[in-house]
């Protein structure tokens, strides 16, 4: 349209003239009127340059209109007046619709005009003069033809200007699939090992011949119909490459060439699918721009000495400890510069603090290397006489993380280096990394991820096989749990374990996962130093404009097996015989500044045996260490909490009371909408005037008690963070930590943070539908601090087991592997209540089975501060609470402990709104103290010799129990004791109940069946804390598969035959 606005000028300006002639002055003023908004027309006609698209490039790149024509001069008339300048533009646009409308409705003139053009006339050619209007003239108006003829190459011309440009994007798009990836140059990394249809493809991937016929197909007749004579045509570059630098237009074979070099050779790059205009023109400038990669002498050298301290580090291991495992970088050495590119690149773009997480190898490298461990700290990690003196059973070398503060030799700025130790499953640390990078941005007050940042490795395999890959990068950009971006770096070897990539995954590459979150990929080939530094300056720098997330997959390969013990060559005997004839990516590179006279071989040689020498300087200083201390390899210190050398700082645990005015206060918010104007549901109109009503009567459930706790400790400073599925409002509907305005949309309230004017904050969030990512990210925001409280609450309870392996290999063995404490809180719903099998079991067996307590030994139960000492020592603590007032304690408690414990809490769903199930205020003053066990107090209580039968149970079962020994009158001769604190097991103060009720038998009674539960756990516990005088019975379920049936009536009938043994008294005479 805007090329046919500009021909239409003559035409305009000789009709006006005709109509002048005429006298038809009314007609030409009317036109003179129009033409007041051509400007306006223009501007919107006008194409957008890259400088109107991106603002980012305004400077960058001269604006220039996009444009469909070689560089040519018309002889054709034009008119002298610029168009865009003119005033005919809306004559012209109203005349041309006009005529499409009706080609007779406008001047003969008119219609031959507009033929020529629709046809692709050039300017002036379309135009002939309009005929004079006398009578006599009519016969030369049927005599006028269009001119269609006149440029038959027009259409041609257009043509190739889009087949150019289909092209350029072709290489855009897919010009990765034929980058040279692999060094060994045996796989195509996208293992796809023909060429795109639309890619001419690389002269050096191709020979000559293939290239010519390959563009003779695509060219002659074929995908893009240029000639092989339009090679050295001149064409105009649209504004969505940077391949012309200052110059606008290229000859076709510069255009390919400049295409292969900046998307064919060893960096292949992806990010065609990018939904972002300007994320998509900043990766173009970056990778297309000519000359663009080019390194001072200086860098050079720096980066031939990291790679000389990579290599010659494994080398040096090699040598010492042939025989031992280390999971060595051979084949990847070039990971050590790269992190250290990306790393000083971030520090220099306002980075101080970089938490890593990584797989096992290259991990001594990089601890060596990156973090600056002390070697002599990683070498008597191989001595064998090397003692423990640490508490824990500690961990191999290759999973332990490290702590460092030092100077960032090239930035000369601080850094803060962390890397998280990690168990063998593969990515389980991912959400853990990002979780406590989180942390650490929330306590600085770090908002865009400026000063805190994450990156993660992963191996080819691990990153396109495990899920919490996906799970991870979906919370990447969620407000509660985004980190403004990670740097992820894939060390792909092209092979897991022994399995080759074709048959360990269907996506194209490893990285592929990447794409559902619009993260950039860079693939490079691993054996060009250079380019991988490019790659990763440009990595940091996207992650540092953009905040997003960025992957950089580094082709390589693995010289050793999946070990150093391992042998290769029985799976893979192609691969291997090739990789033994590789020149080593060191060596490789030296050649090259020494050909180029960047460095001469005696300075190389010099760089090699001044590291050789710190190696075995520390190797010898190693032999000293008689003494491993794994806090030495601590990953998240705690500076404050603890003594200097790591202990408590006391052994005891205050009253987890509170004042009456400040549970009152604390109740009074909860029951208000301290925000005016803001219209609640009328449903939560009800609740909270419910609430209110609670508080008057001094008494509070189950949410009203969490409230309390909560709001105490905000008012301590303490900072309190819930996540977890339908958190804010609760599973059950009962929490309502977020109010939702019924008027405004996403205006919302969370009265938790409006109860003191200096409180600490609330977060609460409702996560994304994934336990594995989720629990591992709150795991490692609770690294961070003990000062907080993070609490993950399971949707339901069974769902935990998605997230099992946080729990088996983080939460519960992660103070006895890697001497780090924890205190996250998981809250899992727990009850059956015929819901079917999988809404009903918390699965505590399972919690229960992992605690670290001795059954068959009874514990020095006079020991002061007994209950104290019992959870310093365990591993983990697990909770089933029966009132509000003893989740209100605990959950305090969890805080003012001189250390920290993670806390496993079987929360209910029933009693949620059980009427009985209440805690007066008097529970909860100064001088109250979580209970581990609550007594029988009832009549039994008052005449313990009369009891018959010492009922034991925990949870929710103890309100059906109560209720069935009302109605059978028996409160005399049941007692009924709840153990709230299953592990540390309180055997003290069992003991006590046991004495207390001399004549009576002792059961355990529990809803859940049989082999599932808590009954395993306990009857051994309770034998051994009455040295095994009595029997303990069972009163349950009998043993199942599933946890609970899915019929109503058979749930009902299982829960009455239970009640039914608890209290037949004659039930066990039978077995005695």
């Not at 060094?183 to 000559?208: C, Q, R």
């Not at 950089?552 to 097996?561: E, M």
Request: proline residues 6%.
């Amino acid at each position: 349209m805007f090329n046919f606005l500009r021909n239409c000028q003559t035409v305009f300006q000789n009709d006006c003239t005709s109509l002048h002639s005429q006298q038809n002055y009314t007609v030409v003023r009317d036109f003179r009127t129009r033409m007041f908004h051509l400007r306006t027309c223009a501007a919107k006609l006008r194409p957008l340059t890259a400088s109107q698209t991106v603002k980012t490039f305004s400077q960058n790149r001269p604006a220039a209109a996009r444009t469909f024509g070689q560089i040519r001069c018309y002889t054709a008339p034009v008119a002298a007046e610029p168009f865009l300048s003119g005033t005919s533009s809306n004559y012209v646009e109203e005349m041309y619709y006009a005529w499409l409308e009706n080609p007779k409705s406008v001047h003969k003139s008119w219609d031959i005009f507009f033929r020529n053009t629709n046809a692709g006339a050039p300017p002036g050619t379309a135009y002939q003069s309009p005929l004079p209007l006398s009578l006599g003239s009519l016969s030369a108006v049927a005599r006028a033809r269009p001119l269609v003829e006149v440029q038959p190459n027009v259409d041609k011309l257009v043509e190739d200007h889009l087949a150019v440009q289909s092209l350029i994007r072709a290489y855009q798009i897919r010009g990765h699939h034929v980058a040279q990836l692999d060094p060994l140059g045996i796989l195509d990394a996208d293992l796809d090992s023909s060429v795109p249809a639309d890619i001419i493809s690389s002269t050096d991937k191709l020979d000559l011949a293939v290239f010519k016929e390959r563009l003779r197909m695509l060219t002659v007749g074929g995908f893009y119909g240029l000639d092989e004579s339009d090679l050295d045509k001149v064409f105009h570059l649209p504004t969505t490459t940077f391949i012309g630098g200052q110059e606008s237009a290229l000859p076709l074979r510069e255009i390919i060439r400049r295409l292969e070099m900046a998307y064919c050779q060893h960096i292949g790059v992806e990010f065609m699918f990018i939904n972002d205009l300007e994320q998509c023109q900043w990766i173009r400038q970056k990778f297309e721009t000519p000359g663009i990669m080019q390194f001072t002498n200086e860098e050079k050298r720096t980066l031939l000495a990291r790679l000389v301290r990579s290599t010659r580090f494994e080398e040096f291991l090699q040598r010492k400890w042939s025989s031992e495992k280390r999971f060595g970088l051979e084949g990847c050495e070039v990971l050590i510069p790269a992190l250290k590119t990306i790393i000083d690149k971030s520090s220099e773009n306002g980075v101080d603090y970089v938490i890593m997480g990584m797989p096992h190898r290259g991990r001594l490298n990089v601890l060596a290397n990156v973090i600056r461990k002390e070697l002599e700290q990683i070498f008597c990690q191989f001595d064998s006489k090397l003692e423990a003196a640490d508490e824990g059973s500690g961990d191999v070398k290759y999973h332990l993380g490290m702590y460092h503060r030092r100077i960032n030799r090239v930035t000369d700025r601080n850094i803060t280096l962390s890397l998280v130790a990690n168990p063998s499953h593969l990515e389980a640390a991912d959400p853990v990394v990002m979780g406590k990078t989180k942390a650490e941005q929330f306590y600085c007050g770090d908002t865009e991820g400026k000063k805190v940042m994450s990156i993660l490795l992963h191996g080819d395999a691990a990153f396109a096989g495990q899920g919490i890959v996906y799970e991870t990068f979906h919370l990447s950009d969620l407000p509660s749990y985004t980190t403004h971006g990670t740097v992820h770096v894939v060390v792909n070897n092209q092979i897991g374990f022994t399995t080759d990539p074709r048959m360990a995954r269907s996506s194209p590459y490893p990285t592929d996962v990447a794409r559902v979150v619009n993260a950039p990929i860079f693939h490079v080939n691993a054996d060009d130093p250079e380019a991988v530094m490019y790659v990763c300056k440009v990595a940091a720098e996207w992650r540092s404009t953009f905040h997003k997330d960025v992957v950089v997959d580094l082709v390589c390969y693995r010289r050793n097996g999946h070990n150093e013990m391992d042998e290769p060559m029985f799976t893979q005997p192609l691969m291997y015989k090739q990789i033994r004839k590789q020149k080593p990516v060191l060596q490789k590179y030296a050649e090259v500044l020494v050909s180029q006279g960047v460095v001469n071989q005696p300075e190389y040689e010099e760089e090699i045996s001044k590291y050789d020498k710190i190696c075995e300087e520390a190797f010898t200083r190693s032999k000293d260490e008689k003494i491993l201390h794994i806090k030495h390899w601590l990953d998240s210190p705690w500076p404050g909490f603890f003594t200097l050398d790591g202990q408590p700082r006391s052994m005891t645990c205050p009253s987890t009371g509170l004042t009456e005015d400040i549970l009152t206060h604390i109740g009074n918010v909860a029951s208000s909408v301290p925000v005016e104007d803001f219209t609640i549901h009328g449903g939560l109109s009800r609740i909270l005037k419910t609430r209110g009503e609670l508080v008057k009567n001094r008494t509070v459930d189950w949410a009203l008690a969490e409230y309390m706790a909560f709001g105490s400790l905000l008012k301590e400073g303490i900072h309190i963070r819930l996540s977890g599925q339908d958190v804010e409002r609760g599973t059950f509907s009962h929490r309502h930590h977020v109010l939702h305005d019924q008027n405004v949309d996403k205006r919302t309230c969370i009265p938790m943070n409006h109860l003191w004017p200096n409180q600490a904050p609330y977060t609460v969030c409702n996560s994304s539908l994934s336990e594995y990512g989720v629990l591992g990210f709150e795991l490692g925001f609770a690294m961070a601090s003990p000062n907080a409280l993070v609490l993950w609450e399971a949707q339901f309870g069974d769902f935990h087991n998605t997230a099992q392996c946080i729990i088996d290999q983080f939460i519960c063995p992660g103070q006895a592997k890697w001497v780090r404490q924890n205190g996250i809180v998981l809250l899992l719903p727990h009850g059956m209540e015929g819901m079917g099998p999988e809404h009903s079991s918390a699965r505590p067996e399972r919690f229960l089975q992992m605690c670290n307590d001795d059954p068959d030994v009874l514990p020095e139960l006079t020991e002061a501060n007994f209950d104290i000492n019992q959870l310093y020592d365990c591993n983990w603590v697990v909770v089933n609470c029966s009132t509000p007032g003893n989740f209100f304690h605990v959950l305090r408690r969890q805080i003012l402990l001189p250390f920290r414990k993670p806390l496993i809490i079987f929360t209910p769903k029933s009693l949620l709104r059980h009427p009985e199930a209440r805690s007066s205020f008097d529970e909860m003053l100064p001088g109250t103290h979580f209970q581990r066990v609550i007594p029988e107090d009832g009549p039994a209580a008052q005449n313990p010799e009369n009891v018959k039968r010492l009922l034991f149970c925990t949870g929710k079962v103890y309100y059906d129990l109560t209720r069935e020994r009302k109605a059978r009158d028996m409160a005399e001769q049941v007692a009924i004791t709840r153990i709230e604190q299953l592990s540390p097991f309180p055997f003290d103060l069992l003991l006590q109940e046991a004495q207390r009720y001399p004549n009576a038998e002792l059961a355990w009674c529990q809803e859940e069946h049989k082999n599932q539960g808590y009954y395993d756990y306990v009857k051994p516990r309770l034998r051994t804390t009455i040295n095994r005088a009595k029997p303990v019975w069972y009163a349950g379920r009998d043993p199942a598969a599933a946890p609970a049936t899915g019929n109503k009536k058979t749930h009902l009938t299982e829960l009455q035959r239970l009640l039914d043994t608890a209290f037949d008294l004659d039930t066990f005479k039978k077995f005695s």
